[in-house]
């Protein structure tokens, strides 16, 4: 097993060595962090960014880049937010496809459907097989009128589960009726 990446019970286990200590950069940019949650938590969205901007020079990590992108949507700068978001590369899949869907939903609030469509397109790179972005893909399509398209995914195989909620059959009715196409609706 990878002792870096084992949980600390199962590194317990199996007498692994423990983790490495941060070095002081990281230490401190965990420290900015630290300051930047509470800043946050206090409605201080500005003094947030800039401990984050600062825990970003000494420890330039995509998660880092991910927070301030969501802190500066949290201010509503939304410009500034999908610039954060951008910058989170492909390393870490999961926090890469987080970062397309918060840029997508960005781009939505800011009636750029076009742009939040490339983006929800790029998260499935990422993660082809999480049905939650299969499903904002979906409702994004619905909602630019793009029925046909919408209905590839909504009848595709991460959709089309016995499991699939309601809100995914809803959508996929919603498609047919859109298209005229009653009898599918219904059903």
């Given at each position: 097993p990878d002792r870096p990446t084992m949980s600390p019970p199962a590194r317990v286990l199996a007498?692994?060595?423990?983790?490495?200590?941060?070095?002081?950069?990281?230490g401190a940019a965990l420290a900015l962090k630290t300051a930047?949650?509470?800043?946050?938590?206090?409605?201080?969205?500005?003094?947030?960014?800039?401990y984050l901007g600062l825990?970003?020079?000494?420890?330039?990590t995509?998660?880092?880049?991910f927070l301030i992108g969501q802190t500066l949507q949290q201010a509503e700068l939304e410009p500034a937010a999908r610039a954060a978001l951008a910058q989170v590369g492909r390393q870490d899949i999961e926090l890469y496809a987080a970062?397309?869907?918060?840029?997508?939903?960005?781009f939505e609030k800011d009636g750029q459907a076009e742009q939040?469509?490339?983006?929800?397109?790029?998260?499935?790179?990422?993660?082809?097989?999480?049905a939650s972005i299969a499903y904002l893909l979906a409702g994004q399509l619905v909602q630019m009128k793009r029925f046909d398209e919408a209905l590839v995914v909504l009848n595709g195989p991460l959709?089309?589960?016995?499991?699939q909620g309601f809100e995914v059959n809803f959508l996929r009715g919603a498609a047919y009726e859109s298209l005229d196409r009653i009898p599918e609706a219904e059903a």
């Open positions: 007498k692994g060595p423990p983790p490495a200590a941060p070095t002081w950069r990281q930047a949650d509470q800043a946050i938590a206090q409605r201080a969205l500005e003094f947030g960014v800039v825990a970003l020079n000494l420890d330039p995509d998660e880092n880049r970062a397309r869907v918060q840029s997508a939903l960005s939040a469509l490339a983006e929800l397109r790029r998260a499935p790179e990422a993660r082809p097989h999480e959709l089309a589960t016995a499991e």
